[in-house]
């Protein structure tokens, strides 16, 4: 067994240099991809839509972003106001620009998966219509600085709406201070794969492809996909992740951990129904991953 695969992270709080100017990943609510028998796609670049990095993040290797990982960096300049959310004043995604603390070059980490939450539910996922895959993985409190970020228009939908951080005002300066033990941590492993196939029959995959990574508007990183599949009926979504030993799953999701290969398998079945409607399976508004 190579030592990438047999070494335990050991996460902490490590003092490095103060981020350079983040460069930042596509748009984590793009419009879907693909259709027709099966297929779909990852959200393409948007230069309308950027995120920051709001939440910690351990990255296995190398992070896919082109970030410069190190101390939490805050923003500066104006904030903004006039949100439906409030009279606050707000740094805003797409704006301002800040970066929560992250690590990278880890050997292997340890986490909790959460699916999106239209995943699981009440709303229905419908045949031939784009449905959100969305996971993230979740170390914990690692001791790092982030931020919540808030949706600033809380009736509009999640891919529409502005996202920022709070400001206030110290000694006259609008600032922003990250949370220093922020109770989040998200962790990104490379060579993550997604496969969508019909329940109980993994040989007819629909999807089979190495997972993207994104940072969605939360400021969180997550693996997402934009399904399509051209029959009723339900699937299993899975998701395998090398090097991240999987302790946990959220909503009705399923776990299991290869010790030997250090490697997590996470799955999900999803109820996809008629376009006219039946069935359940989905959040009313789009993913949260939390």
Avoid at 21 to 35: D, I, R
Avoid at 64 to 90: M, N, Q, R, S
Avoid at 107 to 121: E, F, I, P
């Amino acid at each position: 067994m190579s030592l990438r695969k047999s070494s335990r992270l050991l996460i902490g709080l490590v003092g490095a240099a103060t981020a350079a100017a983040l460069v930042m990943p596509g748009a984590a609510f793009a419009q879907a991809g693909g259709g027709g028998g099966g297929g779909g796609g990852r959200p393409g670049e948007d230069p309308a839509a950027r995120f920051n990095l709001s939440v910690p993040a351990i990255f296995v290797d190398d992070d896919p972003f082109g970030l410069t990982c190190g101390d939490a960096t805050e923003p500066t300049g104006t904030p903004l106001t006039g949100y439906p959310i409030g009279d606050g004043y707000y740094f805003v995604q797409g704006t301002h620009t800040w970066q929560a603390q992250c690590l990278e070059g880890q050997l292997s980490a340890t986490a909790v998966a959460k699916w999106g939450d239209n995943l699981a539910g009440d709303a229905k996922l419908k045949v031939g219509k784009p449905i959100r895959v969305e996971i993230g993985l979740d170390a914990g409190d690692q001791s790092m600085a982030g931020w919540v970020v808030d949706k600033l228009e809380p009736d509009a939908l999640d891919r529409l709406a502005a996202y920022g951080i709070e400001a206030s005002q110290v000694d006259g300066v609008w600032a922003s201070p990250p949370t220093q033990a922020f109770p989040e941590t998200r962790v990104w492993t490379p060579g993550a794969r997604l496969r969508v196939y019909p329940a109980g029959n993994p040989d007819q995959a629909v999807v089979d492809e190495t997972a993207g990574a994104e940072i969605n508007a939360t400021g969180r990183v997550v693996y997402g996909y934009n399904l399509r599949v051209a029959d009723i009926g339900i699937y299993t979504l899975e998701y395998t992740f090398p090097d991240v030993e999987v302790t946990g799953v959220n909503h009705t999701g399923e776990f299991e951990f290869d010790a030997v290969t250090f490697e997590s398998k996470v799955t999900i079945d999803i109820l996809v129904v008629p376009a006219g409607g039946g069935g359940g399976g989905g959040g009313p508004k789009g993913p949260k991953v939390k």
